[in-house]
C-alpha cells in the first residue's frame, strides 16, 4: 500500500503547463498516469514499478498509458523535466522579488530551495534519486537543467562575496554545499512530524548562511 506520493501529486498538472494538442478527457488521462507514476517511484523506485502498476493506479489499460508515453523511461523524464521547470520558475521569480541586495537575494533563493523540497517532497525525492535511472541522453538534459538552478545559488554566492556579505574562499564549493544540504530536506521532512514549514524553512537558512560565511 502507497504511503509517500498520494497527498501531493493530486494536483501535478494543475501546477505544471505542458501544451497538449488533444483533448481534454487525453490531458486528465495524461495527468492521471503521472500522478500514478509520481507515487510509484516515490514508494517503490523506478525499477521497482511496472507500466502495469501504473496503469491499474492510474485507473487506465497498459495500451491506455501507451497512448500518452512510448515507454516508462519517458514518463520518469517527463516528471523530472517538469520538477526542474517549476523549481527553475520559483527560484527565478524569488530571486526577481528579492531586489538589488546580494544577501536578500541569497536569503530568497534558498528559501525558495528549502520550500519546493517541503512542499514538493516527492517530487523532489524522485527527481534526485532516480537520476540514475535515466538513459544518456534524457540524463544530460535533466542534468542541465540542474545546472541551471545550481549556477542561480552560484550567482548570489559570488555576488555576496564580491559585495563583503560572505567569506567563503570557494564560492562553487560552498553553493554545492548549500544545494546538498536544501535538497536532503526531501528525504527527512514529514508533513506530520509537527515542524511547521516556516521554521523549517528558517532553520535550514541559518545553516545555508553558515556555510558561505554571512556576516
Known sequence: MLTRGRSEVRDLRTSYSRA??????????????????LGLFAEQGYHGTSIRAIAQVAGLSVPGVYHHYRSKQEILVDLMVLV????LSRSRAALDAAGDDPLQQFDAVVSELVRFHVERRDHAFVAST?????????????????????????????AGRRAGEFSTPDPREAARAVSVLCVGVATWYRPDGGAAVGAVVRRQLALCRALVGAR
Do not use: H, K, T, Y
Not at 478527457?25 to 498516469?33: A, D, T
Open 20 to 37: 497538449m494538442p488533444d483533448s481534454s478527457l487525453n490531458e486528465r488521462s495524461e495527468q492521471r498516469v503521472l500522478q500514478a507514476a
Open 84 to 87: 526542474m521547470d517549476e523549481l
Open 130 to 158: 532516480e537520476l540514475r535511472s535515466l538513459e544518456p541522453g534524457n540524463r544530460s538534459r535533466v542534468i542541465a537543467l540542474r545546472d541551471q538552478q545550481q549556477a542561480l545559488v552560484e550567482a548570489c554566492i559570488q
